[in-house]
């Protein structure tokens, strides 16, 4: 009898959840990067082994927010404990329970899904005392369906995670085909890659303030290669100047970094050309953010 499971995957941000999701897919579609709030909008990956087909969905650190798009990603954070099956809720294993960690928690009862505790990171873990006094911090505040110890990194407790799951899995016809790995049109997730490049090699705060939108991505007639252009948008003129960097270095390493990840992606050669444009504000305009693809019902 075939079976579903719908998980959410919350957190605060830079806990390690786009990698948790990326680790349980066993491929790449969730953008990676040590700066906090990475994870814009909610992003579906799905996994299917035998009759169970776990959806599993990544969504935004939760966070104070400091624009419109800020207030957009706590929404699509705090909407997605609601209609799942169980929640994954990633931690890592040092350091006290945060204001938003207790949120979360309060979102999660008020919605009566169980939760699996998810704590992060032991492959940097010397010593168990730290996380030790994590987990009764966390169980002092929630009961909590399992608590599994796990490392996204190097998937160790997957199949612990996975174990954990599979009671809260419920009977009925698979919602995507089988062979479905997300949810994301090619452009939303070839959009995140270029994005992923630009955090990875920019400073503070401009990566945040740039948004990517792929213009064209056409597939030649012999089948053999993809052009794509892309338009990276950034809010000030000295920004663009950073991103392109001198005599255009900055900007051709990071088309050449999206690049590699694409063409793994797709699966085929690609001709990347990226722009650079200036939309000053754009993270406090209800219009761009709706072009950029932040929608309420996205």
């Known amino acids: 009898m075939p079976k579903n499971l719908f998980v959410s995957i919350v ?10 999701l990326n680790r349980l897919l066993g491929e790449k579609i969730a953008i ?14 799905v996994l299917t082994e035998g009759e169970t087909q776990y959806v599993l969905i990544d969504t935004p650190g939760l966070h104070k927010p400091k624009s419109k798009l800020g207030k957009f990603m706590v929404k699509q954070a705090g909407d997605s404990v609601s209609d799942v099956d169980a929640v994954i809720l990633v931690t890592e294993w040092e350091g006290p329970v945060t204001g938003a960690e207790r949120e979360l928690l309060e979102g999660i009862e008020r919605c009566g899904v169980p939760a699996v505790l998810a704590v992060n990171k032991i492959d940097t873990l010397a ?6 006094q994590k987990i009764s911090a966390f169980a002092a505040l929630f009961e909590f369906a399992a608590v599994v110890p796990i490392s996204a990194r190097t998937g160790e407790g997957m199949d612990e ?8 899995c419920t009977e009925g016809e698979h919602f995507f085909p089988d062979d479905t790995l997300t949810d ?18 920019l400073r503070d705060e401009i990566p945040h303030g740039t948004a990517v ?9 012999d089948g053999k290669m993809i052009d794509i252009d892309a ?14 960097g001198k005599r ?19 699966d085929i050669p690609c001709n990347l050309q990226c722009w650079v444009k200036v939309r000053e504000g754009w993270r406090d305009s209800d219009t761009q953010l709706k072009n950029f693809g932040f929608r309420e019902d996205s």
């Open 11 to 20: 957190g605060r941000p830079n806990v390690g959840k786009s990698s948790l």
């Open 32 to 45: 990676v990067s040590d700066k906090p709030q990475t994870t814009r909008n909610r992003i579906t990956g």
């Open 127 to 132: 010593e168990k005392t730290g996380m030790l």
């Open 161 to 168: 995670l996975f174990h954990e799951l599979d009671p809260f």
């Open 184 to 201: 994301q049109p090619e452009r939303a997730v070839v959009a995140e890659i270029l994005r992923e490049k630009l955090l990875r090699n």
């Open 213 to 221: 939108l792929i213009e064209r991505m056409r597939e030649r007639e």
């Open 231 to 244: 338009t990276i948008v950034c809010e000030r003129e000295s920004h663009k100047g950073i991103i392109i």
């Open 248 to 266: 255009g270095a900055m900007l051709k390493k990071i088309a050449t970094e999206a690049r590699l990840d694409i063409e793994r992606f797709l």
